[in-house]
């Protein structure tokens, strides 16, 4: 009777780390499924070209990617977050991701395109005549 007890020990032992194995298992695919992998193009709305070293970033957190020089970015994503996507000289966008494909096209922003360069002219002096 004591072998058959330790046979069912080592069954029942079996059966446990199985069970957590299975557990562990389906806990990180569960974890995975919440992330999402989002990609696209950020181009110029008015030319269409794409917008080389764009930001993308995860609003309200410090996440983020850069555009590649055919304007393409990468980023893993929870779905429903929101991305900011900027460029210098464009106006930002804020867009909630809502599937893995999102392609952006960023107005200009005539603001911030003038420089606000000021040119002054003095009298010549002396040496410059």
Known sequence: MGQTHCTR??????????????CLLMGSVAASAQT????GTVTSASDGEPLIGASVTVKGANEGA???????????????????????????RDIKVTGNRLDV???ENAES????????????TPSMR
């Not at 990468?74 to 930002?92: D, Q």
């Not at 420089?115 to 009298?123: H, Q, T």
């Open 105 to 107: 096209a960023l107005q």
């Open 9 to 22: 020990c080592q069954r029942l032992s079996s059966v446990r780390a199985l069970l957590l194995a299975f």
């Open 66 to 92: 850069t555009t590649d020089i055919d304007g393409n970015y990468s980023i893993k994503v929870n779905p429903g977050t929101t991305l900011t996507f900027s460029y210098v000289g464009f106006s930002p």
């Open 113 to 124: 395109i003038s420089l606000g360069l000021r040119v002054e002219m003095s009298p010549p």
């Open 36 to 39: 999402l992998t989002v990609t």
